[in-house]
C-alpha cells in the first residue's frame, strides 16, 4: 500500500498540521513553525505562535544560518520525532498506517521532502517511515 499525499485522513502527517511541538526549549503550535524557526536560530521565539503557511513565508524571507544545507536534514527529523513522541495520538495513528509507503505528495513543486510530478526524494516521507519504526517498535 502507497500513501501519496498528506492530505484528509493522512494530514496529521504533513508539518502543516497543527499539533504542538517543543524543540529547543521552544514550543511551536505546529512542525512548520519549528522548522522554519531554525534557519535562524536566535529568532526561533518569533516563529513559535505561527500557523504554518506564515512560518514558511517568514522563513522564506529570514537570514540563513551559514551551515543551514548540512544541517537541515537532522533537524527536520529531529522536529518530527519530537511531534510523535509528544502526541501519542498523532503516534498511534502513524503506526496504524502499517508497512505503507508514505510519500509527501504534493502540486508545489517541492522535491526535496516530497515528491512533485513522480519526481522526488520525499526525505519528510522517509522520515516517516523511521518514526513509525523507531517509535512504534515495528
Known amino acids: 500500500m502507497k500513501i501519496d499525499s ?11 498540521y497543527m499539533a504542538d511541538v517543543e524543540y529547543n526549549g521552544i514550543k511551536y503550535s505546529n512542525n512548520e513553525a519549528a522548522f522554519q524557526a531554525q534557519k535562524c536560530p536566535e529568532r526561533a521565539e518569533e516563529f513559535s505562535t505561527l500557523d504554518p503557511s ?15 544545507e548540512s544541517v ?13 513522541k509528544q502526541n501519542p495520538d498523532l503516534l498511534e495513528k502513524l503506526v496504524k498506517t ?30 516517516l517511515m523511521q518514526m513509525r519504526v523507531l517509535l512504534g517498535g515495528k
Do not use: C
Open 98 to 127: 502499517g508497512t505503507a509507503q508514505l510519500v509527501e505528495g504534493n502540486t508545489w513543486g517541492d522535491t526535496t521532502w516530497g515528491v512533485y510530478r513522480h519526481k522526488g526524494k520525499n526525505y519528510l516521507g522517509r522520515i
Open 72 to 84: 537541515k536534514y537532522g533537524i527536520m527529523f529531529d522536529i518530527v520525532m519530537n511531534k510523535f
Open 54 to 68: 506564515m512560518a514558511k513565508r517568514k522563513g522564506r524571507k529570514i537570514k540563513l544560518r551559514p551551515d543551514w
Open 6 to 16: 498528506f492530505k484528509g485522513k493522512y494530514f496529521f502527517l504533513s508539518n502543516f
